[in-house]
């Protein structure tokens, strides 16, 4: 078991490489769904960050997070129907 540095951030304790992932995932504006880039959509919660990925209002979700929204039908993202394209297939 390796023991990760944990920092608060946002009023949360979170691994030490999270800012870095947040700050990613503000590079991944749309998802490839159905041979379409479709635009994500940014985290909307005035004065709250994301109670999962720590994100704030005008920034996007981490991929994989729980909160998040599929662009294309609304549902939570990680479980919906909406396949995912990877690049390449």
């Not at 999270?18 to 041979?35: C, E, F, M, N």
């Not at 379409?36 to 994100?55: F, I, M």
């Amino acid at each position: 078991m390796t023991n990760k540095k944990l920092i608060m951030f946002r009023g949360r304790q979170v691994s030490a490489d999270w800012p870095k992932s947040i700050k990613d995932a503000q590079l991944v504006t749309s998802y490839r769904i159905k041979g379409l880039d479709v635009p994500r959509h940014k985290y909307e919660d005035a004065g709250q960050p994301c109670p999962d990925c720590a994100v704030i209002e005008g920034e996007f979700h981490v991929p994989g997070c729980d909160v998040e929204r599929c662009p294309v039908c609304g549902r939570q993202s990680i479980s919906c129907d909406c396949p995912d394209e990877e690049d390449g297939s």
